[in-house]
């Protein structure tokens, strides 16, 4: 037993390592693509080369922040998650606007959860994230906010793309624009040892829904 721990902290500490690694040459080549995006002859795929670095960016912060074991202890303060919510969307304005979309919030009343605020802040931006990049443009992402639970919800076009039974293994990702895969593996990694459960659901409206609730609680079909 004690040398399997070893080997799995081995391979943490290489893993953590490899990724630290890559952050280098990253910021070094999106400076040098800076530098060539001067030139309107190359500055359409310049840009796309770009974007493809700001993922890789994004995939490596995931991988860390999957490695940091320590955000898994207990934790018995309390986090207003209509509050974190207000901040977590602010963060992605630029984003909305680009995809003409709405955010219609209906907070019934707070929901308090048991969760370091940063790890709160951390599922609802995963959430929020997905919510974004899987909509279709120029519609609504409902947010609905219970004594005892978050619901969000938003239309999505490309369905027959989706496997459901894979939503949530690391690195799954679906659809026209997509991410790292690790959203909604980080969200149930963190919420495995809480009094809470994350559900993901899809409708016959074209609505996917996510929503975190207290595990005692019964569905009241939002």
């Given at each position: 037993?004690?040398?399997?721990?070893?080997?799995?902290?081995?391979?943490?500490?290489?893993?953590?390592?490899?990724?630290?690694?890559?952050?280098?040459?990253?910021?070094?080549?999106?400076?040098?693509?800076?530098?060539?995006?001067?030139?309107?002859a190359n500055r359409t795929v310049i840009g796309q080369v770009n974007q493809q670095m700001?993922?890789?960016?994004?995939?490596?912060?995931e991988i860390l922040f999957v490695t940091q074991r320590k955000y898994l202890a207990s934790n018995n303060m309390k986090s207003a998650v209509s509050r974190v919510l207000d901040r977590v969307?602010?963060?992605?304005?630029?984003?909305?606007?680009?995809?003409q979309l709405t955010v219609e919030r209906t907070i019934e009343t707070e929901f308090y959860m048991k969760l370091d605020e940063k790890m709160l802040e951390k599922i609802l931006s995963n959430l929020v994230s997905n919510?974004?990049?899987?909509?279709?443009?120029?519609?609504a992402i409902k947010i609905y906010v219970l004594a005892d639970r978050?619901?969000?919800?938003?239309?999505?076009?490309d369905k027959g793309k989706i496997n459901w039974?894979?939503?949530?293994?690391?690195?799954?990702?679906?659809?026209s624009e997509?991410?790292?895969?690790?959203?909604?593996?980080i969200i149930k990694t963190i919420l495995i040892n809480t009094p809470y459960v994350f559900?993901?659901?899809?409708?016959?409206?074209?609505?996917?829904?996510?929503?975190?609730?207290?595990?005692?609680?019964?569905?009241?079909g939002k």
């Open positions: 037993m004690q040398v399997v721990k070893s080997l799995e902290q081995s391979n943490l500490a290489l893993l953590q390592g490899i990724t630290h690694e890559m952050k280098t040459p990253l910021m070094s080549t999106k400076l040098l693509l800076n530098e060539l995006q001067l030139d309107d700001t993922n890789l960016e994004k995939l490596i912060r969307i602010t963060n992605y304005d630029v984003l909305l606007d680009d995809k919510a974004i990049h899987y909509t279709v443009e120029r519609t978050i619901i969000i919800a938003n239309q999505f076009e039974n894979r939503i949530g293994e690391p690195f799954m990702a679906f659809g997509r991410g790292t895969g690790l959203g909604i593996y559900t993901i659901d899809h409708q016959a409206n074209n609505y996917f829904t996510a929503e975190i609730s207290l595990k005692s609680a019964p569905c009241d």
